[in-house]
């Protein structure tokens, strides 16, 4: 009986460790798809948008809420797992060369709670100054 017992309590343990674990590794690959993800929007809209020493294409001034919408409509694509998103867009200069945004998600864990982590980061165009 004693061993019975002690075995049932050691699969317990080995159950809540595992559970434990899986829940770890859970939230630090959400951070990193998150970040790299968020990373690799950006410098593709910078990239799309941003012409350095050059605030109009096509003859037109590129819009700022059309870059908003293309980061937040990417970002959404690019997020599969189960989880609530969040995407927003803080500062969309394209004159000035500027974008911050930042990706809210929450999902639950293995372990039966919920939780909410979040990234934020900011692109900055590189160009000479003006002489």
């Avoid at 075995?7 to 159950?15: N, Q, S």
């Avoid at 939230?27 to 593709?44: D, P």
Wanted: charged content about 25%; proline content about 2%; aromatic content about 6%.
């Amino acid at each position: 009986m004693k061993n019975t017992v002690l075995g049932i309590i050691g699969c317990l343990i080995a159950v809540y460790t595992a559970m434990l674990s899986l829940s770890v590794y859970n939230v630090c690959v959400r951070r990193n798809q998150m970040e790299k993800a968020l990373s690799s929007v950006l410098q593709c809209a910078m990239d799309s948008y941003y012409k350095p020493n050059m605030y109009i294409v096509d003859k037109e001034t590129v819009d700022n809420y059309e870059v908003k919408k293309a980061i937040i409509s990417d970002l959404e694509e690019r997020f599969t797992a189960d989880g609530e998103m969040d995407a927003m867009v803080y500062v969309c200069d394209m004159q000035k060369g500027i974008i911050s945004a930042g990706v809210e998600e929450e999902f639950d864990l293995p372990i039966g709670i919920t939780k909410k982590i979040s990234c934020k980061k900011i692109i900055l165009a590189d160009q000479p100054m003006e002489e």
